[in-house]
């Protein structure tokens, strides 16, 4: 073609990125690669070939990691920990700095290697990922930094085995490693098996900036490695990918003791309201679904537009898919690159041809392993695609009336990952973001993320932040341990003394005193013996009652902070003028004198959170970007709690404050072994404008109800300072619909002193959601 | 004289007029414009169009045959105006045109003030290049109405094929829409056979839906382009202005049939920035668009950088602002 044809015709042409540098360092390293293990390279042992997607063409020998591998990494990674942590905050911050620096010294060396080896454009390794991930490694810096300043008694993890997926191989590494080695651990990270490039040319860069030995090991493989890592010894996993292999994730972890961040998969919804900027939302599609191929967790895959302007979206955005450029992902006018791999390609294949629908495709899609950009409209909530996540360039749409029916379309899914809003009425925007299920709301943009604002979901999307002090967090712990529970058990007896009148415990469901299910009641004695009463013992209908009181509950969530506050102040102020009553009533049941200081310290725990509702509602993080990025907190939604055994009441109050200042509902299991200090606190919850079912009070068998909670489905959160035995169980039922746990793994904590009402409570009691409202004049 | 037939036709005698419709109040209303998005759409572009080599050349070459060659100085002479409609006629030199087989590219058009327009059609007779005039008390359009629409009148009798009016800005600031319909269709019966292009003065309307809004309007009430800027605001041509503005042209297109054009104007001097143009252009509105029928850059400096591109596209070796005649 001639200049002048061109002049006629006014084509493209293409734009390639030469691979030349990034074929080279492979060559340099043989083609072959070892495991990079306390801070060396070992000789490749078993291998299996990576290929560049866009291309078939393999890339190079990756090595399949034993299990002797895995367990010389942890122990490289154990061996450097402690030094790595003694170092120090700031001389931390200057490796960190290093690594920020050296990222973007090699920033296009590792673009184009992470093209060659995803097949996502170039354009998008080299302005999304790297870009990115460098910004990552200096906010982190600066977290090593400060880190001193703002540890609050908190330690490093240790070890911490990190897992990540082919979708961003190295943006996801920086996610994981840098906040990671900010707080003092070491890591062992498995790359996805498909993308080890980019995490090997990073092992290299390691060693360029004098990083200690061990502090970053690498291992390679598939999922069978991963599982060795998950197993082995190693003090926190942090994992993204997918919500099947979260879920046994979870299950595999149970009752270890380890700490646990996922962030899984998504199906977020994109809604389009009647007054937005129809171009600019039609544009935002192009970065939420076709960016990287749809090959994104928290991709806006689920369009809903409102009905009156569906068909005019529908067709400007047909009119903007016409114009993607599908092909060489290293063109750096391509838009949309090379599906990662032939078994993702075939996955989407099949999944888009077993439905209905209008659909609408970009054409000039090359051969190979590429999928057309395609949109299918007309799909009721009910198509198993408008559920399921397609992870590839597919959106399917649906329509809605009003913004409550957005809202609950959108919410209508076991994800909660991600969620966009387009409508340029402040007020619609506003009142929609906070009420959508998910861990991140975008208005009017998509796709944002910075190292500042928090990422992360809710629901069978995983639990954990990633971003920002709530995803530093994730990789501290409180410096000490509590020490362990002891068991309690109920005291025994055989005596009986006559009462003035009979008094019936029952539970307390729904703002009401409720018989048990079950019709049993077990017999309470005090230490000599006597009995002192019955106490309901709850079964699983019970349970199922409170949760459904607690979920129908709705106005505690919503109401103000200032009106939680005056209620749980007002019953402080209850619990009080009862005090020699429910300490008498205390000592009897535990059979010491502890009951007066139990309840001076439970109604002191009140004001505490009385205090703390209006006082924890998030902040605003400093992004780039003109705008607002709000990290807000919100209540959980309903959460479970097994009470401990010991301080039945300040145990109790201790759990139940925190969950309902910030505005959850909750069911709560009283101690097992006194189980009688309910009788009387239903009394004052009654008597406190506590509004019907924001609080549940169920008695019996912990272990019993502990697993009803752990397996249902409309539990968003369990938590368990129970006997130790319970925490492995729940954590593992847990995994059915991916519920946040907090369990004690049976070490106990001090109810009376700060440990009994730490920051750890107010972070259990809330989930993060990022809020990006970026604005224009 | 290929070239010369491409770039020399008067839009109407290749694209149907666009007649204007009635003012249809309920769409001005719902035009908006997400500035933050349209920042975002506009700061990616660049980065996901990329032209190089031989297209790179060509595209320089089609800005070329797209530019208003402008010169609308207070100094301005019957000399200056001949220099630079001769630019207007070889804006390349010959040898370089000759190498990229486009020997007879010229401007678009070259764009003056009404005392300038007869010797400019002198000089360029017979070249096909036809004469712009700004018009309507450029920059400000604060003259007396009757005045603005005479000048038109005048300009057109002396020989301008196409007219550059200036909207009355105040008329958008206090959302006198109808106000703004009336003296764009006032302005467009003044024309004649003579294209009228609406300049919005986009760095004086506050808003981006601002802009949307007069975009709307100038198209309903008969404009045949529209253009951001008469280069004297402080602000002039954006590529976020200009996504607002042609997708406002898409819309109109869609909804009516018509193509209108588009004419960025001010503050678009690198070859770079001309190729971001066209592609954004070739995105938003389509191939069709990259034609001067239905597109102008307003620039005077451009040519000066697409020449020495053009000339290290030919030779492979960086070029001198002293190696191209000046205008």
Same mark, same amino acid.
């Given at each position: ?75 490289? /990674?154990? *061996? ?9 905050? +700031? !001389?931390?911050?200057?490796? $960190?700095? =290093? %690594? ?77 490693? /840098?906040? *990671? ?9 498995? +790359? !996805?098996?498909?993308?080890? $490039?980019? =995490? %090997? ?79 600019? *939302? ?99 909530? *009910? ?395 | ?327």
């Amino acid at each position: 073609m001639t200049v002048k044809d061109i002049f006629e015709n006014m084509d493209y042409g293409s734009a390639p990125e030469s691979a030349g540098d990034a074929l080279a360092w492979i060559t340099d390293q043989g083609a072959r690669f070892g495991l990079f293990i306390d801070g060396e390279f070992t000789a490749p042992g078993d291998t299996f070939e990576t290929t560049n997607p866009a291309t078939g063409e393999v890339l190079a020998d990756i090595t399949q990691a034993t299990a002797d591998d895995v367990a010389a990494a942890v122990a490289a /990674a154990r *061996a450097a920990q402690p030094e790595w942590e003694a170092i120090g905050g +700031p !001389a931390r911050a200057r490796f $960190l700095y =290093a %690594l920020a620096r050296l990222l973007q010294k090699h920033s296009r060396l590792f673009a184009v290697l992470e093209t060659l080896d995803n097949g996502k454009p170039i354009r998008e390794a080299r302005d999304v990922d790297i870009a990115l991930a460098h910004r990552h490694f200096y906010y982190h810096a600066g977290c090593a930094q400060l880190e001193e300043t703002q540890a609050q008694g908190r330690v490093a993890q240790g070890v911490c085995g990190q897992i990540i997926p082919w979708n961003f191989p190295l943006l996801m590494l920086a996610w994981k490693v /840098a906040p *990671a080695l900010a707080m003092g651990n070491t890591v062992v990270l498995k +790359p !996805a098996e498909w993308t080890s $490039l980019t =995490a %090997l040319l990073f092992a290299d860069i390691c060693r360029q900036a004098g990083l200690p030995k061990g502090v970053v090991n690498i291992v390679t493989g598939d999922g069978a490695v991963g599982e060795m890592i998950v197993t082995a010894d190693v003090d926190k996993i942090a994992f993204t990918g997918s919500t099947e292999v979260g879920r046994k994730i979870r299950q595999a972890t149970a009752g270890s003791g380890k700490s646990l961040t996922l962030e899984l998969g998504g199906k977020s919804p994109y809604i389009v309201f009647e007054d937005a900027d129809l171009d600019s *939302a039609v544009e935002g599609l192009v970065d939420a679904i076709w960016f990287n191929g749809g090959q994104v967790c928290c991709a806006g895959s689920r369009l809903l537009v409102q009905e009156g302007i569906a068909d005019r979206f529908y067709a400007k955005l047909r009119a903007r898919m016409d114009k993607l450029r599908v092909g060489n992902p290293l063109d750096k006018s391509i838009d949309v690159g090379a599906i990662v791999h032939p078994e993702q390609l075939a996955r989407i294949r099949a999944m888009v041809e077993a439905s209905g629908g209008d659909m609408h495709q970009t054409a000039g899609v090359p051969e190979g392993c590429y999928y057309a950009p395609t949109l299918i409209t007309d799909l009721s909530n *009910a198509d198993p695609l408008m559920q399921e996540e397609i992870f590839g360039p597919v959106l399917v749409a649906t329509t809605f009336r009003t913004p409550s029916e957005a809202i609950e379309i959108a919410n209508n899914t076991r994800y909660g990952l991600a969620a966009t809003v387009w409508s340029e009425n402040i007020n619609v925007a506003l009142d929609v973001a906070p009420r959508l299920a998910a861990g991140v709301v975008w208005v009017n943009g998509t796709n944002m993320f910075d190292a500042a604002a928090p990422f992360g979901g809710i629901r069978e999307s995983g639990f954990g932040r990633e971003g920002g002090p709530e995803g530093l967090r994730a990789y501290s712990k409180p410096a000490e341990k509590g020490p362990l529970v002891t068991e309690i058990a109920a005291f025994e007896g055989d005596s009986a003394e006559p009462q003035p009148v009979d008094r019936t415990a029952k539970h307390y469901i729904g703002g009401k005193q409720a018989r048990p299910d079950g019709g049993y009641a077990r017999n309470i004695y005090d230490a000599s013996g006597a009995l002192i009463g019955q106490s309901p013992i709850g079964n699983r209908k019970d349970i199922r009652n409170a949760v459904e009181a607690a979920r129908g509950a709705k106005g505690w969530s919503a109401a103000t902070a200032h009106n939680r506050a005056q209620v749980i102040y007002f019953l402080a102020e209850n619990l009080s003028a009862r005090a020699g009553e429910l300490a008498k009533t205390i000592d009897r049941m535990t059979g010491q004198d502890t009951g007066a200081d139990e309840v001076e310290v439970a109604v002191n725990r009140l004001f505490h959170y009385a205090a703390w509702s209006d006082k924890f509602a998030g902040d605003a993080r400093a992004v780039p970007m003109r705008g607002l990025a709000m990290a807000l907190r919100e209540p959980v939604g309903v959460i479970g709690a097994i009470a401990p055994n010991e301080f039945p009441l300040l145990g109790l109050v201790s759990v139940m404050a925190p969950a309902i200042a910030m505005g959850n509902r909750t069911v709560i299991v009283a101690s097992e072994a006194y189980p009688l200090i309910t009788q009387d606190l239903t009394q004052i919850l009654e008597t406190s404008d506590v509004p019907a079912g924001a609080v549940n009070l169920i008695t019996g068998p912990h272990a019993e109800l502990a697993a009803t909670l752990a397996d249902h489905a409309d539990v968003d959160a369990l938590w368990s300072f129970g006997a130790a035995a319970l925490a492995g169980d729940i954590e593992r039922r847990a995994a059915g619909n991916l519920k946040r746990t907090w369990v004690n793994h049976g070490h106990g904590r001090d109810w009376f002193g700060p440990d009994g009402q730490s920051r750890n409570f107010l972070e259990e009691a809330t989930e993060v959601k990022t809020v990006w409202v970026p604005y224009g004049a | 004289m290929q070239t010369i037939s491409a770039t020399g036709t008067l839009p109407q005698t290749v694209e149907p007029r666009n007649p204007g419709t009635a003012l249809d109040l309920d769409w001005v209303m719902r035009a908006t414009a997400n500035r933050s998005a349209i920042e975002r759409r506009a700061a990616t572009l660049p980065a996901r169009r990329s032209v190089k080599k031989d297209h790179q050349a060509a595209w320089l070459a089609r800005a070329v045959s797209c530019i208003d060659l402008t010169t609308l100085a207070g100094d301005d002479t019957v000399g200056r105006v001949r220099r630079l409609c001769a630019k207007a006629k070889q804006p390349v030199r010959a040898d370089l045109l000759e190498a990229i087989g486009l020997p007879d590219l010229t401007v678009g058009a070259v764009c003056v003030y009404h005392d300038m327009i007869a010797p400019a059609v002198e000089a360029l007779d017979g070249s096909g290049i036809p004469v712009a005039a700004v018009s309507t008390g450029f920059p400000a359009g604060l003259s007396p109405f009757h005045l603005r629409v005479q000048e038109i009148k005048e300009s057109v009798a002396a020989g301008a094929a196409e007219i550059d009016i200036v909207i009355s800005r105040r008329h958008v600031l206090t959302g006198n829409w109808q106000a703004l319909y009336d003296e764009m269709r006032t302005f467009r019966d003044a024309c004649g056979d003579a294209h009228v292009k609406a300049i919005l003065a986009t760095g004086e309307l506050g808003t981006l839906s601002n802009v949307a809004k007069a975009s709307l309007i100038c198209m309903m009430a008969g404009a045949d382009f529209i253009k951001t800027s008469t280069g004297k605001e402080s602000v002039n041509a954006t590529l976020p202005v200009s996504l607002v503005m042609i997708r406002a042209i898409r819309d109109f297109y869609d909804a009516t049939g018509y193509r209108v054009g588009y004419k960025p104007a001010g503050g678009i001097s690198k070859a770079k920035d001309a190729i971001t143009y066209l592609a954004l252009i070739k995105e938003e509105l389509g191939d069709r668009w990259l034609r001067p029928d239905l597109f102008r850059f307003g620039a005077s400096s451009l040519l000066g950088d697409i020449e020495r591109q053009i000339e290290h596209h030919v030779t492979g070796a960086y070029s001198a602002s002293w190696r191209h005649a000046m205008a």
